[in-house]
């Protein structure tokens, strides 16, 4: 057990490249259950895609165990303006995550309009701007035009929700 652990020392990639490799299996058993029949206008199907991707995803699991267990290590960053030493900036992270979490859980009940322009906002807030009235209405107008980008763009129905007879 000692020797197992001070083998895994240092090998962290492993975890990465399993988490590939079983995230690849479910998207490959997932795609081969996949029960349509034959068509000759689609002779492709739409099991090609997921058997694709899974395909990458297990290629790439097996690559990069390889290389760990060879003794590849990935490098620390080393990004012209980011202080690695700096712990993380909570007072950012926190109120950005909970613009996003407040998303999620307002979007089936006021629509996507009002929680998109709360995540916008909130999200331009967190990362510092005070420009409140400025950013507001720059956030109505961007969740507004994702709404009717994705309708009219993408043929999907964001929820409308307490704005359904306006929009």
Request: hydrophobic share 55%.
């Amino acid at each position: 057990m000692k020797t197992a652990r001070l083998w895994l020392k240092g090998r962290s990639e492993l975890g990465l490249a399993a988490l590939l490799g079983v995230l690849g299996a479910v998207v490959l058993w997932d795609g081969l259950r996949l029960n349509t029949p034959y068509s000759q206008s689609d002779p492709v199907g739409p099991r090609t895609m997921p058997i694709i991707v899974a395909s990458l995803l297990l290629v790439c699991a097996v690559l990069l165990a390889v290389n760990v267990i060879r003794g590849g290590q990935g490098e620390a960053e080393g990004g012209e303006d980011v202080d690695l030493t700096h712990p993380s900036d909570w007072r950012t992270v926190l109120p950005l995550l909970g613009a996003f979490v407040l998303n999620v859980l307002l979007i089936d009940v006021v629509g996507w309009v009002i929680s998109g322009t709360i995540l916008f906002w909130g999200s331009v807030w967190a990362l510092g701007s005070r420009k409140y009235v400025r950013d507001g209405l720059i956030s109505v107008a961007l969740a507004v035009l994702t709404f009717y980008g994705f309708y009219l763009g993408l043929g999907i129905k964001l929820p409308a929700g307490l704005l359904a007879g306006v929009l």
